[in-house]
């Protein structure tokens, strides 16, 4: 190969090359470029041969950087760079360099390429700023993250510190407690459950109110309860001799929500001790009252009646005034006598067949005289057929009607109007007592049928009422399977509801009730 | 226009030069009268009987000095350039040049690139000797001697142009000028170059 072939080799082989070369001198002047570099670069020869490398770069210092790692390494690869171009401006490039020596191995100058790298650097960057926005997005959503589940745990720490308090709570409990889901089954069940009915918790835990019964100890609880358990009710259960436990059933509620069923078992052994020993006391006092009672009665009677001899005009008023605080005393006293027999529950004894037209009746007519003196109308509204009979403790129900009466008559001051009705319906009987008396304030009419309560309107009226009445009365119906309600307004009247049940045939069932 | 005797007369002009030379001249002539430009000068030339087919001149093949003559003043006369232009032809004749690249030495010593600067006169012309005759880089400044090549005054100008570019491949300097200090055709045993920057 001749000259001219190398030299045509030479410049076919640099015009065809796509990679951008410059060749320098040692002192870093382009002293050659080819197709490619032109190309890049936007110069032609004249202007780019014979400049300073350093001519084509943004950083100057740069390209002389370039040549001395090239002097000590001979060869340095892909060092990035900014190449200013005429027309294009600034572009991001990749820059390799070689040192060219001769045959004596002496360095005579470089070889630059240059690679053209800002669409692979805008693809780099924009990749980077994708990864670095992504990055952004999975480190935010990592730190809600970590935030959700910080406040998750959190959370669930506050949960678990309140269900152990709750639990330390129910556990200590003086009452027992069981507690049901929403299908009645036994979520859980204190201690102090256990202990009362001497069941393990193990051995009830998961099993439906309904199969309950199947335990032993529990069978007179439920058959107590009865079958359902999702309403509020209140019962007492006598365990043994020395335990009486009050049931409560008590819906758990979140907003309108029902969660399960609370059965709560508080120990009233010793109210009903005390209550018992208050009875006989009361019981013990009132029959040793009565006998005395009754000789003043008999005595002051004769004294009245001058057996004993004449007396004048004051001493009879004196002796009549004994005589009227006498009979309050000995009415008391039979009263709690009554109370003291309820509560003892021997109260009612003597059921027999009665004409309950014919009992009100009468009840009407005792107080004839006094309804007069009073300038009160009774009025006696007859069932329109007759009533059958009915089984009655005759003498509790007297008192029970005689007590509406005396009321309605005591507290209706004047045009006094009391109406007494008697209506028989399938399967009970109503008596009513109306009367157009002072009413039952409003804010009192829950506590009327409690022993001993007064309302604050009577008590100004009649200041020698026992307050026992209303609860004897409300006793003496319970006690007959009967009902009793009132309808009352402050100063227009007050009307008594009683409903007795009419029983047919069935004696020994209804005498199993007494 | 060249006169046949005057064109006679540089055909008379003995040696040789390396083709590159005219390439050069045709890289000249495209940059600033395009395509045509050679053309136009390529027929100037025939005219005369003469024949220099540029794109067919091989770099490295020896080619008659009297065509190197014929070459510039045709080009002159055709386009009607200055010595002025003739300068820059010779300054950026160097960038156009394959053997400035491969055959021109650089040295890390810019002194002995210099040196070697004889040897790349050689390699272009046949006649004639370049010597580098006082280089100073301390006041920056270099003498160039061209001895035994009293060819044409035409060539004086297109060498400084040219040694200047040569001398600014090897020096790095933002200036640099050139001066034609003695020349054959002024009386003067040899031509000199003074090349400051």
Known sequence: ??????????????YFLPLPVCTL??????????????????????????QDI??????????????????????????????????????????????????????????????????????????????????????GSQKALLNILEDVEEARKGAEEEKNKTLAIINNFTDGLFVFDEKNKVLLINPQAGDF??????????????????????????????ERIDKISKKEFKIKEDLVLEITIAPVMREKEKLGSLLILHDITREKLIEELKTEFVSLAAHQLRTPLSAIKWTVKMILEGDLGKINKEQREFLEGTYKSNERMINLVNSLLNVSRIEEGKYISNLVLTDIEELVKKVIISYKKESQKR??????????????????????????IDNLMKNALKYTIKDGKIIVSLSGRKKEIEISVKDNGIGIPKSQQKMIFIKFFRGTNVSKIDTTGSGLGLYITKNIINAHKGKIRFESKENIGTTFYITLPIVRGKFTEFLKGF | MLENKEIKEILKIKGMVRGVVFQSDAQYVLKKEGEAGLKKLEAAIAKTGQLIRYKEVKAVSWYPLSWRVLSLLFIQDTFSWDKQEMFKMGLTAP???????????????????????????????????????????????????????????????????????????????????????????RGDPYHEFVIKW
Not at chain 1, 218 to 224: A, F, G, N, Q, T
């Open chain 2, 95 to 185: 960038k156009f040049s394959f053997l400035v690249r491969t055959l021109l030495k650089y040295f890390i010593s810019v002194k002995k690139t210099f040196k070697e600067s004889e040897k790349y006169w050689e390699e272009h012309y046949s006649t004639g000797t370049l010597e580098t005759f006082k280089f100073d880089l301390k006041n920056k400044y270099l003498i160039l001697r061209l001895k035994n090549f009293k060819i044409h005054p035409l060539l004086c100008s297109y060498l400084r142009g040219y040694f200047q570019t040569i001398t600014a491949f090897v020096i790095k300097a933002s200036k640099m000028t050139s001066e034609e200090t003695k020349c054959m055709f």
């Open chain 1, 375 to 400: 300038g009160t109308r009774i009025e006696f509204r007859k069932p329109k057929k007759k009533l059958p009979k009915i089984m009655l403790d005759v003498e509790k129900m007297r008192i029970a």
């Open chain 1, 1 to 14: 190969m001749d000259l001219d072939d190398l030299e045509k080799y030479i410049r076919d082989f640099s």
């Open chain 1, 25 to 50: 001198n040692p002192t870093g002047i382009i002293i050659d470029i080819n197709q490619s570099a032109k190309e890049l670069t936007g110069y032609d020869e004249i202007t780019l041969i014979g």
């Open chain 1, 54 to 139: 350093e001519f084509l770069f943004e950083d100057k210092e740069s390209a002389g950087r370039l040549l001395r790692e090239v002097l000590k390494k001979g060869v340095v690869r892909n060092k990035s760079a900014n190449l200013l171009t005429s027309g294009k401006g600034k572009m991001a490039v990749s820059v390799s360099a070689s040192a060219r020596k001769d045959v004596q191995n002496n360095i005579i100058g470089y070889f630059i390429a240059i690679f053209n790298i800002s669409e692979l650097k805008k693809l780099q960057e924009g990749l980077e700023t994708k990864v670095k926005v992504r990055t952004g997005e999975l480190e």
């Open chain 1, 197 to 226: 009915l001497k069941i393990k918790k193990e051995d009830i835990i998961g099993r439906f109110f309904s199969e309950l019964s199947k335990v032993a100890a529990l069978k007179p609880l439920v058959e107590i309860l009865g």
